[in-house]
């Protein structure tokens, strides 16, 4: 999945790179054209303006198209880290249910009780499957551990630090799992 994840950024940021390159030679090639013809010079200086609005126009769309590319990848991770995030803290309860406690308060101990405990991992689609890191701590799509914190009003609360990589920030991702 992470390698995955590398390929698509890659591929978004070499999009994004020749998009920019695009805009700046078309905006060059206005401002400064290259000496065809007389008749083609003269239409070029009656019409700069035009030719710079233009060329303006165009940077603008490509600008915008860019950071369409880079934010749409972000809001998909966040998607997909939500869904992972709330699929965990059901099958948190549901362990609760059957065996009156939720499974640990750490992300490594509560992810080897749910898999001892059943099929839970089967019923979860191909597309949320999670993955872990060396320690069996299940990770967010950024390569992060998630937190699970116990709370003294026995809910559980899992999350992903987002796309910053940092706790307590307005991009953080969570769900909680009650009794």
């Not at 070499?14 to 078309?26: C, E, F, K, P």
């Not at 880079?70 to 059901?90: G, M, P, S, W």
């Not at 890191?133 to 699970?148: A, E, K, L, M, N």
Request: aromatic share 10%; net charge neutral.
């Amino acid at each position: 999945m992470e390698f995955l994840i590398a390929i698509i950024i890659g591929a978004r940021e070499t999009v994004i790179g020749i998009l920019v390159l695009l805009g700046i030679a078309s905006f060059i090639a206005v401002i400064c054209p290259l000496p065809f013809s007389a008749q083609t010079r003269r239409f070029a200086q009656r019409n700069k303006i035009l030719f710079c609005l233009l060329a303006l126009l165009a940077i603008g769309s490509i600008s915008l198209i860019a950071w369409r590319l880079a934010t749409a990848e972000i809001h998909a991770l966040k998607r997909y880290t939500r869904r992972q995030v709330n699929f965990i803290t059901q099958e948190i309860s549901y362990y609760h249910m059957e065996h009156g406690r939720f499974p640990g308060k750490e992300n490594g101990e509560v992810m080897s009780k749910l898999m001892e405990s059943g099929e839970w991992m089967n019923s979860l689609p191909n597309r949320l499957q999670p993955n872990f890191d060396d320690r069996g701590r299940v990770i967010d799509p950024w390569g992060r551990p998630y937190s699970f914190e116990m709370r003294r009003d026995s809910v559980v609360i899992v999350t992903s630090a987002g796309p910053d990589g940092i706790s307590d920030t307005s991009d953080d991702i969570f769900s909680l799992a009650y009794p």
